[in-house]
Nanobody, 128 residues
């Protein structure tokens, strides 16, 4: 089970872009699905996007639609989240977690409790 560390957050204006990185500080992401979730203070951790163990399958929350793109580079032991057309409602702390899924069964609907290896998160703030 890899231990992950998120980075790349910051302040952006509405309509702008940011790219987040999720790197394994311990272990390897090879063989693991990796997902991004986000959390606003006092609320639950919400699903954003996930990519399968080989990057062939990805799913996104309706709220991010085609604005966000998840990708992985196993050689760099890193998963990325490219965020464009940012909106103030995208403001949150972003976390990444890893999990294994047999033949991707359950990948689309898995919640935060299914994943582990969370880092400290990275804050994304979008101003209007």
């Amino acid at each position: 089970q890899p231990q992950l560390a998120e980075s790349g957050g910051g302040l952006a204006q509405a309509g702008g872009s940011l790219t987040l990185s999720c790197a394994a500080s311990e272990g390897s992401i090879i063989g693991y699905a990796v997902a991004w979730f986000r959390q606003v203070s006092g609320k639950e951790r919400d699903f954003v996007a996930t990519t399968s163990f080989n990057g062939a399958v990805s799913f996104y929350a309706d709220s991010v639609g085609e604005r966000f793109k998840i990708s992985r580079d196993d050689a760099q032991n890193t998963v990325y989240l490219q965020m464009s057309d940012l909106r103030p409602e995208d403001t949150a702390v972003y976390y990444c977690g890893a999990a294994t899924f047999f033949r991707n069964f359950g990948l689309k609907s898995a919640g935060a409790s299914r994943y582990s290896g969370w880092g400290q998160g990275t804050q994304v703030t979008v101003s209007s």
